[in-house]
């Protein structure tokens, strides 16, 4: 009993660690592995200028390139200076190699003008952040947005120019280009040069219509409908449809010039109002006159033609010129100077000094001749005058004047202006008529016609008097024999007479004829069929006698 | 054909079993033939006096019809007893026939419609009833005014006869008997130019 039996136990290790802690332990390698992914593949935080957030909301607003979604708007903040906002944005991986330099980026919205509607699904989706990519190699992270889309992406293939105008244009940005009816580009942003006063708009050609501006190209004006009224009568001109809402430019290269060499870096142009304007410009050369005109010349706009035996030849530059040391006062009527340009290469001669020089010498001989410039009415609605040369061989002139410098092209009265002039020559005569006396005598012959119609008026009151006592006479005497008719009638009529005994007689018969009647009528009556069947009520109602007599 | 024809010979049958004889339509006149003999009027010597007599009835005896009053408010027209004249027609004359018989010194004509002679008296007579009653009594009463000699006096009548026979004939008799009566009555009423 005593000896107690020893049993070893068997010792094994005890496992430090439960293996159910790699579960946790396998999730937070996940999670690991998932915070890398995310950090290793998110793309680049960029930050925003913008002067306004106006639809834009923090995790909401998308950034989108050519519709992707390529980041998402994280914060909105205002910038220190408070004159904008800045917008920072998580792109995403794919973009990194858009964001470069000269990339832009806008805020799209919905917009309505006269040149389209855009951007109307951002009704629904709300506003977004558009990009477009630059062509720059150097990474950037932070822009300066655009107010509003670029008219022209960047990289778009096409010719850059810049058109000027010192009139009263109003071109707006996106307005379109026309070449023949297509749009062809469009305004892009417009600059106003302070010093020169001159309106400047860059413009951009889409390729391949670039290859149309060349060193000859004009522009010209098509906005809206342009009528003209002028000594050549009415015309009205548009570009297409879309100018007849908004401002358009149109160009070409005007007839009868050379097409020019291409442009291919950005170049000036000036706009001018219409095509003849432009046209104009082909002809460098001119030579400029004097007409010295005793004529009004109201009528008469700088810029009429001025024609030789009906071909243009030149226009007017100015009406109403003046010498500069003029002093003193005027014993005559004074003429008003005209001043003409007359274009060498109208007429067939070269466009240089050559070509001038000789126009010049041909229209010094002409003067001497008898050239003469007549003020003639190209339009008889709006008065417009235009300048004609015609020759008057038999006025020829020795000596040619000259004013302010320039030839003096001697002047001789329109056919239309003698026509006036006689006219009111023939007017003054006419007032000199005695029309007083006339018009007294014409007046004492009017009264007196007055006062034989006053006595013609009461002659034939008179006459209606007698002619109405007449027509009652007549009625009278109608009115008795119709009486006597009537008492002729009455008579026949009368008691004791035959008609009335007739009569009589007639309604003897009638008045029996119905008491006959009587009781049928009564039977019929109260028995509608008693005149086929019996009633069977057989009335045997028939006085009794006395009872006292029984 | 021949069930046809058979048909159509039943149905002739028995819509001659609807007929029935017609009621024979009883007339009657109220003057009597013998009255209206112009053998009955005396020799009319010396008239002394023209009376021209006008008699209007009810608007109820304006009937082809003879009337009887059944009872207190009812009164019974005879579908199959007629007068052959209006019943004033038949008054007048029966009037004016006893009237002319028992006078032998007044001539009474009837006024015609054109009014009296200017010269003559009237006599206007205005009857109220005159009809047989269930009661099996005849009445006639009314008035007549008697215009002559530029007086016009007025006379109320009243006369009722009983019937001792049956029917519609005797009760036209008592009638014409009534009629009569007022003949009389006119006559003592009148002045006899006799007396004058």
Known sequence: MNKEQHVDATVNPVKSVSSIWFIPFIAVLIGCWMLYYQWANQGPLITLHFESAEGLEEGKTKIKFRNVNIGNVETISINEAADGVIITARMSKSAENILVEDSSFWVVTPKISLAGVSGLSTLISGVYIEISPGLSKQARLEFEALDSPPVTPLGTPGLHITLNSDDQFAYSKGDPIIYKGLTVGQFEDIYFNFEERIVYYNVFIKAPYHKLITTNTKFWDVSGLNVDLNADGLSIKTGNLETLLTNGVTFDVPTGMEVGQQITERDYFDIYANYELASDQRFKQSVNYVVLVSNTIRGLKVGAPVEYRGVLIGHVKSTNISETNQNGLFSDDLKIPVLISLQPGRVGLPDNEDGKQLMDQQNTLWIHKGLKATLKTGNLLTGSLFVELQHFEKQTLDNIQTYAGYTVIPTVTDQFTQITEKLGVFIDKLNQLPLETTAENANKTLNEITNMTKDFQHTSQSLNSILQSAHQQELIKELNTTLQSLSTLSHSYSADSDAYEQLEATLKTLSDTLYELKPLLNQLKHQPNGLIFNSGNNNKLVPKKHKGDK | ?196
């Open chain 2, 1 to 196: 054909m021949k069930s046809s024809l058979i048909s159509l010979i039943l149905f002739l049958l028995l819509l001659s079993g609807c007929s029935s004889p017609p009621e024979q339509t009883q007339y009657y006149m109220l003057n009597n033939l013998q009255n209206a003999a112009p053998s009955n009027a005396p020799q009319k010597v010396n008239v002394c006096n023209t009376y021209t007599v006008s008699i209007a009835m009810p608007e109820y005896l304006n009937q082809p019809y003879l009337a009887m009053q059944v009872h207190e408010h009812q009164m019974h027209y005879s579908n199959s007893h007629m007068w052959v004249e209006p019943l004033a027609t038949g008054v007048q004359k029966s009037l004016l026939d006893d009237l002319n018989a028992n006078s032998s010194h007044s001539k009474f004509t009837a006024m015609r419609s054109s009014g009296a002679s200017n010269n003559s008296s009237t006599i206007n007579i205005e009857v109220n009833y005159f009809h047989v009653s269930e009661n099996s009594e005849v009445i006639f009463s009314g008035q007549f005014t008697l215009d002559e000699e530029s007086q016009n006096t007025q006379h109320p009548f009243l006369y009722k006869s009983q019937l001792n026979n049956d029917g519609y004939n005797h009760s036209v008799a008592q009638m014409r008997q009534l009629v009569s009566k007022l003949a009389n009555s006119i006559l003592n009423q009148i002045t006899n130019c006799q007396h004058k």
